[in-house]
């Protein structure tokens, strides 16, 4: 993750003078954010980016041709760089899909426009996104009922723990008709994602720092 400094440095992937023009008042209202001052389309891209190094990269995914594969070049080719993905409303379908690319934060325009400061310094900030989460997560309701936990653990390498973890989590489906949650315990080494054929570029601590903008659909998905 880069590290913020006094002042985060932000590119603007679109091709929308009006969209442009509405992030570049919405920031200059903040003065440790700075929208550099950049024309950026699919040729130019690793260019500019390179050359201005930025600390976060906005991609308007409404008005870009193939914004998928311009997410993926992104997040493929500088990784240092904090993919932030503009949707429409009708178009938070495909929310998924862009976290599942390497995007850090997805934000719905222009209904939450004046959550993007505070979306890209959340990105940064580990001590925000643990408060953010605590006090604005809309789809925690009521405790469920009859929860229970289950852990598998060994403190040796090999001894089997994700085939164990992910059968038990099966059978418990089958068995019980309930939704489980599977959490991999090791970040950096897991291989729960491999052993289900799931694809994904985020891990839950991820989604966590924006659970206030996430639908219930994109949670069950």
Do not use: W
Not at 134 to 160: C, E, H, I, Y
């Amino acid at each position: 993750m880069v590290q913020l400094t006094n002042t985060s440095t932000i590119l603007i992937v679109s091709k929308n003078s009006s969209f442009i023009e509405t992030i570049r008042e919405l920031l200059s209202k903040e003065q440790d954010l700075t929208l550099l001052d950049k024309e950026l389309n699919s040729d130019n891209l690793n260019r500019v980016v390179a050359e201005t190094n930025p600390n976060v990269i906005l991609l308007d995914f409404t008005s870009l041709y193939q914004p998928y594969f311009l997410a993926h070049r992104i997040t493929s080719d500088f990784p240092r760089c904090e993919l932030v993905a503009i949707l429409a409303k009708p178009q938070s379908k495909y929310s998924e899909r862009m976290f599942q690319l390497g995007a850090r934060a997805v934000i719905q325009y222009p209904d939450q426009s004046n959550k993007l400061p505070e979306v890209i310094r959340n990105l940064f900030n580990p001590i925000e996104k643990t408060e953010s989460v605590s006090t604005q997560a809309p789809f925690l309701n009521d405790p469920p009922t009859n929860q229970r936990t289950f852990t598998v653990f060994s403190p040796k390498g090999g001894a089997g723990c994700t085939t164990a973890a992910i059968n038990l989590a099966i059978s418990l489906h089958k068995l019980l008709k309930e939704d489980v949650l599977i959490i991999d315990g090791k970040h950096m080494f897991g291989h729960v994602k491999l052993y289900l054929n799931m694809l994904t570029g985020n891990s839950i601590t991820d989604l966590m720092a924006h659970a206030n903008m996430l639908d219930q659909q994109l949670i069950e998905q």
